[in-house]
């Protein structure tokens, strides 16, 4: 071999690809001592790096988690629990309150113990925090991994740093600190995971209580999405259902909408849920109730409505 000869060094190490057969058709292993495949490796010593800074979500750069989070911890102006519109209150605060009032009311644990709670569609992951006063675990699942970069932010890093419009495409920054809310303390009882609600992790089951606000009209199968979600609970468990039924096509595909297919659908969508869920599961009829809401546009404009809640209780 000619570069068997004292004057041309092996390269080992780096890609495959680059050096050796793969490279070209003449094979080479070897080169003079003056050709550098790696030169070095520089260490530079520099100002200290604040590492919180470059920790930062980059919600900035997502307009939808951005919505989300407004919807879930406002503008980031006055109280943290005030309303932010219409004297409506925060919609993920209200449903997680009427949710632990249901289950306390009418679980048999009376909402005490080692007892376990299901945020489907959990987005900010405010209905997530918020049941900690009651349950020793929480897991929210949302289909989106995006939309849990806003509870890990404040789980694991105390705070979420996301952007909201004031007006037209002006956006100012917003911080929202874990601190500021009673949960605070309690943040380790709180699990996020990313899954299909037809179709969750197997490690995912064994809940008490089970919300699903805003899950049925955003699914693509929502009578699958209730049954399957039925299968992960434990024996006298409590389902809370909170959606308004704004079905969208390029979503839902409308023969699994639970109403409102025609003019000539009257279906009611109590009616479709007694019938999914089977006579292993009886509707708490007193407690139905329409939830309002309010989803921020920007800082002076929004969209508010109510959302139907009807709470189911296993047999």
């Given at each position: 071999?000619?570069?068997?000869?004292?004057?041309?060094?092996?390269?080992?190490?780096?890609?495959?690809?680059?050096?050796?057969?793969?490279?070209?058709?003449?094979?080479?292993?070897?080169?003079?001592?003056?050709?550098?495949?790696?030169?070095?490796?520089?260490?530079?010593?520099?100002?200290?790096?604040?590492?919180?800074?470059?920790?930062?979500?980059?919600?900035?750069?997502?307009?939808?988690?951005?919505g989300a989070a407004v919807l879930n911890y406002g503008f980031g102006k006055g109280a943290v629990d005030?309303?932010?519109?219409?004297?409506?209150?925060?919609?993920?605060?209200?449903?997680?309150?009427?949710?632990?009032?249901?289950?306390?009311?009418?679980?048999?644990?009376?909402?005490?113990?080692d007892i376990r709670a299901l945020d489907m569609f959990c987005s900010g992951g405010r209905v997530t925090?918020?049941?900690?006063?009651?349950?020793?675990?929480?897991?929210?699942?949302?289909?989106?991994?995006?939309?849990l970069q806003i509870g890990y932010a404040l789980k694991e890093r105390f705070q979420c740093d996301y952007s909201a419009i004031s007006t037209g495409k002006q956006r100012f920054p917003?911080?929202?600190?874990?601190?500021?809310?009673?949960?605070?303390?309690?943040?380790?009882?709180?699990?996020?995971?990313?899954?299909?609600p037809a179709n969750?992790?197997?490690?995912?089951?064994?809940?008490?209580l089970a919300i699903l606000w805003n899950v049925l009209d955003k699914s693509y199968s929502p009578l699958k999405t209730l049954t399957h979600i039925a299968t992960r609970l434990n024996p006298g468990a409590i389902i809370i259902v909170v959606c308004p039924y704004q079905w969208d096509e390029t979503i839902t595909n409308e023969s699994e909408w639970l109403c409102g297919r025609n003019n000539d659908d009257l279906s009611d969508p109590i009616d479709r849920i007694a019938e999914t869920l089977g006579s292993g599961w009886a509707n708490l009829p007193s407690l139905t109730q329409e939830v309002p809401y309010y989803n921020p546009q920007n800082t002076r404009q929004g969209t508010a409505g109510e959302a139907q809640l009807t709470a189911w209780k296993m047999l």
């Open positions: 071999m000619p570069t068997l000869d004292g004057k041309h060094t092996g390269i080992k190490g780096g890609s495959y690809m680059s050096t050796g057969n793969e490279a070209t058709r003449d094979s080479r292993f070897a080169f003079r001592r003056h050709f550098y495949q790696f030169a070095a490796i520089r260490y530079i010593e520099g100002p200290e790096v604040d590492e919180m800074v470059h920790m930062k979500n980059v919600l900035g750069m997502d307009p939808a988690v951005d005030a309303p932010i519109k219409l004297g409506i209150p925060i919609f993920p605060l209200n449903v997680a309150n009427i949710s632990k009032q249901i289950f306390a009311d009418n679980h048999a644990s009376g909402g005490k113990g925090f918020e049941l900690t006063s009651m349950f020793k675990e929480v897991t929210g699942v949302d289909f989106s991994s995006r939309m917003v911080v929202a600190k874990s601190e500021n809310y009673d949960w605070h303390t309690r943040r380790d009882q709180v699990s996020f995971y990313q899954a299909d969750l992790h197997e490690h995912i089951r064994g809940f008490d």
